[in-house]
């Protein structure tokens, strides 16, 4: 093939794949429609300046969710957990869907809240307290006696979520 052929066959090739993007070429760009984006969630929460405050914060944190898991209130149970939520307790390890099935079956009733100590370590409020609560477990109605519990809570947009409980020891059946 001749130097006058190949220029020649280069110009047959780039004049067809002109031809072809002319053909595939998208119609006129019509503009899109704004999107908005979705609103930014809240801000999470405002930690409190001293012990008492930080005390009293956890003091309400464990009332409402043992008030929650009382009422059987699966939605706002779930509401309150970090998405990977780790329970431990007498009756094993769980996460957070497992957390939401025993919900419904704890038959936990009357919650009492004492003894909090509440601490800031990082991005986490750890909350120590007694909690006596009447419940089943297997079938099996617990006495209410105070139990030692433990909940590691996080700020986040809208609130604060709980990331860790644990039940230290079993309550005498």
Do not use: N
């Not at 503009?31 to 929460?45: D, F, G, S, Y």
């Not at 419940?135 to 139990?147: I, N, S, Y």
């Not at 590691?152 to 059946?173: F, I, K, N």
Request: with cysteine.
């Amino acid at each position: 093939m001749t130097t006058g052929g190949y220029a020649a066959g280069m110009t047959l090739i780039t004049a067809s794949l002109a031809a072809a993007a002319f053909a595939f070429s998208p119609p006129d760009v019509v503009p899109a429609t704004r999107i908005e984006p979705p609103p930014a969630p809240a801000a999470a929460p405002a930690w409190p300046a001293d012990d008492a405050s930080r005390t009293a914060l956890g003091a309400a944190l464990v009332t409402q969710w043992m008030g929650a898991i009382a009422a059987g209130d699966v939605t706002a149970v779930d509401r309150m957990m970090q998405p990977g939520f780790q329970r431990i307790g007498f009756d094993g390890a769980v996460g957070h869907a497992a957390q939401l099935e025993a919900v419904k079956a704890m038959g936990a009733k009357d919650p009492k809240v004492t003894d909090v100590i509440a601490t800031r370590v990082g991005d986490a409020l750890v909350v120590t307290c007694q909690v006596s609560v009447t419940q089943t477990l297997a079938g099996t109605q617990l006495a209410a006696a105070p139990a030692c519990r433990l909940g590691v809570w996080q700020p986040a947009p809208g609130g604060w979520r709980l990331a860790a409980w644990a039940s230290l020891h079993m309550p005498a059946a």
